[in-house]
């Protein structure tokens, strides 16, 4: 069983910025792919990035430019840097994991059903 511990959230003035952390217990993310979503109260929970095995990225259109995800193998965490923040991104922001078989579409990184493990969630909030 793999556990997901995220942290970096917090309060933060519109155009400031944060960075989120993932790591997990219990194994390496060596051969994982590893997405943020995060959830607006009031809304469904959205796709934000994602980055697989192979060190490629994908993000959705809202974050694009302004979100940068990466991983350091060494210290096997994933990180969401989030820069040029907005009110509107204020919310929960949770990672999720799992391994192969690898996603064939970016498609496939956009759904929650493509990952097999979560954290508990991060609390992102921007005030204007």
């Known amino acids: 069983q793999v556990q997901l511990v995220e942290s970096g959230g917090g309060l933060v003035q519109a155009g400031g910025s944060l960075r989120l952390s993932c790591a997990p217990s219990g194994r390496t993310f060596s051969n994982y792919r590893v997405g943020w979503f995060r959830q607006a109260p009031g809304k469904e929970r959205e796709f934000v990035a994602a980055?697989?095995?192979?060190?490629?990225?994908y993000y959705a259109d809202s974050v694009k430019g302004r979100f940068t995800i990466s991983r350091e193998i060494a210290k096997n965490t994933v990180y969401l840097q989030m820069n040029s923040l907005k009110p509107e991104d204020t919310a929960v922001y949770s990672c999720?994991?799992?391994?192969?078989?690898?996603?064939?579409?970016?498609?496939?990184?956009?759904?929650?059903?493509?990952?097999?493990?979560w954290g508990q969630g991060t609390q992102v909030t921007v005030s204007s």
């Open positions: 999720a994991a799992d391994g192969p078989p690898t996603c064939s579409s970016y498609k496939c990184y956009q759904k929650e059903a493509a990952y097999e493990y």
């Open positions: 980055i697989n095995w192979s060190g490629f990225t």
